[in-house]
C-alpha cells in the first residue's frame, strides 16, 4: 500500500510501521521505523479513541430519534500481508457504535451484519454508511464479490443497530468501495462512491469492469483525475434510479484536478453534507491522506476545491463523516493510536468549525508540542 514518493514525512513514519514484515520497504525505512516508535510513545493527540476493545474505522456518524449512532468499519488482524491493494483490511462483519451525546459513554451493539450472512459476498467489508427512511434502517456496504470484484450492497433492518438483513444481490449498477448515502432537504437520497488503487474503480475507466486492470495505473498524469461517483436512489432505497455520473471538482480556474495533482484530487471515501445551502463534498486523497472539500450548488456538481478539512493522522488511511449534531458540527475520522497498524485502527470525534465564509478551519489531530 505504499508510494513513498508521494508521503509526507508523517505518513511515511506511519507507514514505515504498517510495513514492518514488508521485504520490499523494510531495507529503506529502519530508520523510520525507530522513528515511528518513538512518535507512538510520545504523540499527543485532540482525541481519543471512542472505544478500544475493538478496532474501528471510517466511521459514518448520523443522528436517528435524537441519538448518535456510528457504522464504522471493524477492522480485524487477519494476518493478510500488506499490500497495495489493500488485502490486509479483510473484515468480516459490522458492529454498530451509539452515543446520546459527545463525550458521553460509547455502546457497541455486538454484531449488525456478518459477512456470512450476504450471500453474494467474497471478502473484505469495507466502509458502510446507514439511513432511515419511513420506518426502515438501511446500511449499505461495499464487499468484493465471489469473483474478486468490489460491489456495493444494502440490509435492511427495524433497529438502527440491526441485526440487518443482506438484499440476495448488490445494489445493481454499483461498483467500487465506500457508499456514502446524503438525504437532501427535498428529501432524495443520493449515494456517493467509489475509490481507486484496491477500491477498483480504474478497472471501471472505460465504463466496464477490467479484472486484468492495473491496481495502480491511474491514466495520464495531464488528464482529468479518475473521481467519484454519484446516483440517486429510487424511492424504495435498495437500487439506484439512474446511471452513475462523475463527481467533479474543479480547481480555482474551473477545470478538472488533473490525475498528478496527489494533494488535491479524489482518492476515496466520500461524504456529501449540506452548510448554508451549499452542498460540500468531502473526501481523502489517499496516497497524501488529507481529508479535502469542495464546495457547489448541486448534489451532482460540480465542486470548486476549497481545501484541507484534517491534516494527515497517524496511519495510512484517513476516511471521515461530518455531523451537525446540537448545533455544533463534528468530524469522526480516525487513526491507528490504539495499535501503531495500518490495518487496525479506531474511531475518534471532534468539533469542526466553519468561518463565517463557509471555509473550514483545517484541523491537525496533532497537539502542538
Ligand atoms: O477500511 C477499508 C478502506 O480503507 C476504506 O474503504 C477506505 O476508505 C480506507 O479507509
Given at each position: 500500500m505504499l508510494k513513498i514518493k508521494h508521503l509526507p514525512a508523517l505518513a511515511l513514519i506511519g507507514a514505515a510501521v504498517a510495513c514492518q514484515g514488508n521485504k520490499s520497504s523494510q531495507a529503506n525505512s529502519a530508520d523510520s521505523i525507530t522513528a515511528t516508535k518513538d512518535t507512538n510513545k510520545t504523540?499527543?493527540?485532540?482525541?481519543k479513541p471512542l472505544v478500544s476493545h475493538i478496532y474501528t474505522a471510517d466511521p459514518s456518524a448520523h443522528v436517528f430519534n435524537g441519538k448518535i449512532y456510528i457504522y464504522p468499519?471493524?477492522?480485524?488482524?487477519a494476518g493478510v500481508p500488506e499490500n497495495d491493494n489493500g488485502d490486509h483490511f479483510a473484515m468480516r462483519d459490522y458492529h454498530v457504535l451509539s452515543m446520546d451525546s459527545i463525550g458521553g459513554p460509547v455502546k457497541d451493539n455486538g454484531v449488525a451484519l456478518d459477512i456470512k450472512d450476504i450471500p453474494w459476498a467474497g471478502r473484505q467489508l469495507w466502509a458502510p454508511d446507514a439511513a432511515y427512511e419511513n420506518g426502515t434502517y438501511?446500511?449499505?456496504?461495499?464487499?468484493?464479490d465471489k469473483q474478486d470484484m468490489f460491489q456495493i450492497g444494502v440490509a435492511t433492518s427495524k433497529s438502527p443497530v440491526g441485526p440487518f438483513k443482506a438484499q440476495p444481490q448488490p445494489i445493481k449498477g454499483s461498483f467500487s468501495i465506500d457508499p456514502s448515502v446524503f438525504k437532501d432537504t427535498d428529501g432524495s437520497y443520493y449515494m456517493y462512491f467509489g475509490g481507486i488503487w484496491g477500491g477498483q474503480l480504474q478497472r471501471w475507466a472505460k465504463g466496464t469492469y477490467d479484472a486484468n486492470g492495473s491496481k495502480t495505473d491511474l491514466g495520464k498524469d495531464n488528464e482529468p483525475a479518475l473521481t467519484a461517483k454519484v446516483a440517486k436512489l429510487g424511492k424504495n432505497m435498495l437500487e439506484f434510479s439512474e446511471s452513475p455520473k462523475d463527481v467533479m471538482i474543479?480547481?480555482?480556474?474551473?477545470k478538472p484536478l488533473l490525475t498528478k495533482d496527489h494533494d488535491r484530487r479524489f482518492f476515496e471515501g466520500s461524504w456529501m453534507?449540506?452548510?448554508?445551502?451549499?452542498y460540500y463534498f468531502t473526501y481523502s486523497t489517499g496516497d497524501t491522506h488529507r481529508?479535502?472539500?469542495?464546495?457547489?450548488?448541486?448534489?451532482?456538481?460540480?465542486f470548486t476545491y476549497k481545501g484541507v478539512i484534517l491534516k494527515p493522522v497517524q496511519g495510512w488511511t484517513t476516511h471521515h463523516s461530518i455531523?451537525?449534531?446540537?448545533?455544533k458540527w463534528y468530524l469522526f475520522y480516525h487513526d491507528t493510536e490504539l495499535s501503531g497498524k495500518t490495518w487496525l485502527?479506531?474511531?475518534k470525534v471532534t468539533e469542526l468549525k466553519h468561518r463565517p465564509d463557509g471555509s473550514i478551519e483545517t484541523i491537525d489531530e496533532f497537539v502542538k508540542p
Open positions: 504523540a499527543k493527540f485532540i482525541s468499519s471493524h477492522d480485524i488482524d438501511y446500511l449499505y456496504f461495499p464487499v468484493k474543479l480547481d480555482e480556474n474551473g453534507y449540506k452548510y448554508n445551502g451549499k481529508l479535502c472539500y469542495a464546495i457547489g450548488s448541486s448534489p451532482y456538481g460540480p455531523v451537525e449534531i446540537k448545533g485502527r479506531n474511531v
